[in-house]
């Protein structure tokens, strides 16, 4: 996979993905994350499936809007990919998916249940918060 493919799922949404060189893959959503183009989200886990990424980082900082549906779609390409042995650790997420975490109740946009690491068990990200 070459360094950075950009992947613009309708005109709405656009995802990013970059290998970076220590083999983990860095997956940026940026734009609408919804009904109508979730199933993008769906399609690109096959593709970081059949990368010799051994870790995957979810940039969620770029999302200008998130609903159920989207969410959902982050978790099972999370739970997919920890059901292969890859560690998934969300780096950053917009307000947006945090005040939808908050009216469903969920700490982290991606079960911390199904091996992903919430922002704050994330070393990178509690030091730089804090």
């Known amino acids: 996979m070459p360094a950075m493919r950009e992947f613009p799922a309708t005109k709405s ?17 940026v734009g609408e ?3 109508a183009t979730c199933d993008h989200v769906d399609g690109v886990s096959g593709l970081v499936a059949s990368t010799a990424a051994v870790a995957v980082e979810l940039d969620l900082s770029g999302l200008t809007f998130v609903d159920l549906h989207g969410l959902r779609s982050i ?3 999370a739970r997919s990919q920890a059901d292969r042995g890859v560690v998934v ?6 307000p947006c998916v945090d005040r ?7 700490v982290s946009a991606t079960p911390a249940d199904v091996g992903v690491r919430s922002p704050e068990s994330n070393p990178v990200m509690s030091s730089s918060t804090s």
């Open 13 to 29: 949404l656009l995802v990013r993905l970059r290998m970076q060189p220590d083999s983990t893959l860095r997956l940026a959503l």
């Open 33 to 35: 994350l919804d009904v």
């Open 75 to 77: 978790g099972r390409l």
């Open 89 to 94: 650790t969300e780096l950053a997420a917009s």
């Open 100 to 106: 939808l975490r908050r009216l469903v109740g969920q």
